[in-house]
């Protein structure tokens, strides 16, 4: 009867590690889980934060690009440069063109 006794006791008491093993390990798997979400979340702020920048600034440069249409002087072409110097490279190419054909334009008339 002892026997059986220590038996059962070692069993319950195994069953109970384990279990409070698994239940600590799923705990802080589920606040890793969290934390990885959250810095996840943060990452994804951050690149919309970033696209929201290059955004407006590729506005601001198209704006200035319709002022260098309109007026065609060397004020407007040197605010429309400057503009597009400060968007992202990818878009840059496309207002470059653009800018270029505006100075040709320029060159012509003058």
């Known amino acids: 009867m002892n026997k059986k006794f220590v038996a059962t006791l070692l069993t319950i008491t195994t069953v109970i590690i384990v279990g409070t093993t698994h239940t600590v390990l799923g705990s802080e798997q589920k606040q890793a889980s969290l934390v990885s979400g959250i810095a996840r979340t943060e990452i994804i702020q951050e690149k919309i934060n970033t696209n929201k920048k290059n955004l407006q600034l590729i506005l ?6 319709s002022i260098a249409k309109e007026r065609l002087d060397d004020e407007s072409l040197n605010n429309a440069n400057e503009k597009i110097n400060n968007v992202p490279p990818f878009i840059r190419k496309l207002l470059t063109t653009e800018f270029n054909e505006l100075t040709e334009k320029k060159s012509g008339n003058g």
């Open 60 to 65: 601001q440069a198209k704006e200035e690009l």
